[in-house]
């Protein structure tokens, strides 16, 4: 079955640091590509996708992704995260075949200390 | 990008009760969706309702249990029926909308 993992469920940085959460998915054949984020009390967002084209795309805030083909994943990288990074980042992919579901990973909280 | 509104955006429920839960997009669209989001964990999806289609459920949801109308191309509701603790959880209504799916704010439901 189509399949999304997180690898890390929690993440504790200091304002700053770096960020990559991983994602990998189980799935052969073309694929779109989703990061969506979370703030406490808030709805799910967009935060990159990913469909065709250069493999590194960018999102707000300062977001990026790598979608690495041979390796099944959609990385998210931020250079320096801050406070307000703080949220649940969910890993998203539709495959293109099959119908439209969109399958979710488990979700990353992270926790930015100050 | 959609704007998509729920109400209610919480209850809380008596178990045996129904709850009918709305879902109003700003934009006509083909594809609408709900999804469950179970306290610390990720999205399951529970149907896909198409407008002037019955909806198709995924496995583990049943008809009778979660029923979808989808009246027209902006508005759908799911009504959670004979409810029991276990269905406390958020729902949360999706639109898929230039290959991208956007989601509601959810109605988050606690059963008693």
């Known amino acids: 079955a189509q399949s999304v993992s997180q690898h890390n469920h929690h993440v504790i940085l200091s304002e700053a640091a770096s960020l990559e959460l991983g994602c990998n998915y189980s799935?052969?054949?073309?694929?779109?590509l989703f990061w969506y984020v979370q703030y406490p009390g808030q709805h799910l967002q967009l935060l990159l996708k990913y469909f065709s084209g250069d493999p590194l795309v960018k999102g707000i805030k300062g977001f990026e992704a790598e979608f690495i083909k041979s390796k099944f994943s959609f990385n998210l990288r931020k250079p320096s995260v801050q406070w307000s990074d703080t949220a649940e980042y969910f890993c998203?992919?539709?495959?293109?075949?099959?119908?439209?579901?969109?399958?979710f990973g488990a979700g990353t909280r992270l926790f930015v200390k100050a | 990008s959609a704007v998509i509104s729920q109400k209610p955006s919480r209850d809380i429920c008596q178990r045996g009760t129904s709850l009918t839960i709305q879902c109003q997009v700003d934009?006509?669209?083909?594809?609408m969706f709900w999804y469950r989001q179970q306290p610390g964990q990720s999205l399951t999806l529970i149907a896909t309702a198409n407008q002037g289609s019955e909806a198709t459920y995924e496995s583990g949801f049943v008809i009778d249990k979660f029923p979808i109308s989808r009246p027209n191309l902006t508005f759908s509701t799911l009504t959670v029926s004979n409810m029991s603790p276990e269905d406390s959880s958020i729902y949360l209504c999706?639109?898929?909308?230039?290959?991208?799916?956007?989601f509601g704010p959810g109605t988050r439901l606690l059963v008693l």
């Open positions: 998203a992919v539709n495959p293109l075949k099959g119908g439209f579901k969109t399958i």
């Open positions: 999706s639109v898929r909308l230039d290959e991208t799916q956007y």
């Open positions: 934009s006509q669209v083909t594809m």
């Open positions: 799935y052969g054949g073309t694929v779109n």
